[in-house]
Nanobody, 124 residues
Framework: VQLQASGGGLVQAGDSLRLSCTAFGLDRAMGWFRQAPGKEREFVSVISRRSSRTSYSDSVKGRFTISRDNAKGTVDLQMNHLKPEDTAVYFC?????????????????????WGQGTQVTVSS
């Protein structure tokens, strides 16, 4: 299984970016995580299999929006009002298989497949 993340870049504080992850055929909860230099990987957002449940970290709530298009096999992360502290490598990930349609884990250990990451840099 290959997850391909794209959409990262260098932007200024207050700008927006849209990350996209291609995960065609994966009927699983999908999440976004990020890792800043010298820090551990942290949860950003997750969306359940049929988009019935989403969750966000407190640091991005109200600024980021996760969505998915199962027909296209994509999971997007719209990031608005970016801050310098959002600078990190962003990873998309597919959760372990679970029959619960509301399954939307926030722990990295609950994820089976990971993309290669895309760099987001926000300058002040």
């Amino acid at each position: 299984v290959q997850l391909q993340a794209s959409g990262g870049g260098l932007v200024q504080a207050g700008d927006s970016l849209r990350l996209s992850c291609t995960a065609f055929g994966l009927d699983r909860a999908m999440g976004w995580f990020r890792q800043a230099p010298g820090k551990e990987r942290e949860f950003v957002s997750v969306i359940s299999r049929r988009s019935s449940r989403t969750s966000y970290s407190d640091s991005v709530k109200g600024r980021f929006t996760i969505s998915r298009d199962n027909a296209k096999g994509t999971v997007d992360l719209q990031m608005n009002h970016l801050k310098p502290e959002d600078t990190a490598v962003y990873f998309c990930a597919a959760a372990s298989a679970n029959p619960n349609m509301l399954y939307a884990p926030v722990r990295a250990t609950s994820y089976t497949y990971w993309g290669q990451g895309t760099q987001v840099t926000v300058s002040s």
